[in-house]
């Protein structure tokens, strides 16, 4: 059997529910950006499927820039204290910032990474998310724009990980609870 399948209990959003939903969003993008400049900001690693798909559905010109950070501390909640492990190579002073995410949980990445990137003097900043927890928010954060709103439900695939595995899967699924009760 295939190894990637065993391990999954149910489809929870399909490739074609999310290919349809990026391109609602990127006509939204297109409409709200028009005339203006954008550089989307990938959060490393889990954006990187909703950046390279989100950008081939955009019919206009973007810049792309990519962060990596990590929260503080060694306990299992994040404490919203976040470290950057690679910064932007843009400077985004004046220019207007879409924030790209796999999925916000807590929100208390984002909600520290829109204060960071405002701190720096962007003309807006944004943020385009495919999945979003709302009962799992810690911290209110405006969202422009969310492809799906999820159950608080450990979720992998199309960038999400559990122990860095099952990233690669083109659609969002839910794991059999043999992959991490064991
Ligand atoms: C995950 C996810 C978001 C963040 C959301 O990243 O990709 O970036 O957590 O959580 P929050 O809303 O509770 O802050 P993770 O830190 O697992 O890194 P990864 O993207 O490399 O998997
Ligand atoms: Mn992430
Ligand atoms: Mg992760």
Do not use: C
Not at 7 to 15: A, N, P, R, Y
Not at 62 to 68: G, N, Q
Not at 136 to 156: C, L, Q, R, S, T
């Amino acid at each position: 059997a295939n190894q990637l399948g065993d391990d999954l209990k149910t489809v929870l959003i399909s490739e074609r529910e999310i290919s349809d939903k990026l391109d609602e969003m990127a006509r939204q993008i297109e409409r709200d950006y028009e005339g203006r400049e954008l550089l989307l900001v990938g959060v490393l690693k889990g954006a990187v499927m909703v950046m390279a798909d989100l950008s081939r559905h955009l019919n206009r010109h973007v810049a792309m820039d990519w962060m990596a950070v990590s929260s503080y501390g060694s306990g299992t909640k994040s404490s919203g204290v976040v470290r950057i492990l690679k910064d932007l190579d843009a400077d985004v002073q004046g220019r207007d910032v879409l924030i790209v995410e796999d999925i916000i949980d807590s929100g208390l990445t984002l909600s520290w990474l829109l204060a960071n990137l405002r701190s720096r003097g962007a003309r807006s900043v944004e943020i385009a998310t495919m999945l979003r927890k709302p009962d799992a928010a810690k911290v209110h954060i405006d969202v422009k724009y969310v492809g799906f709103d999820i159950p608080n439900e450990f979720v992998v695939g199309y960038g999400l990980d559990y122990a860095e595995r099952y990233r690669n899967l083109p659609f969002v699924g839910l794991l059999n609870p043999h992959v991490y009760e064991k």
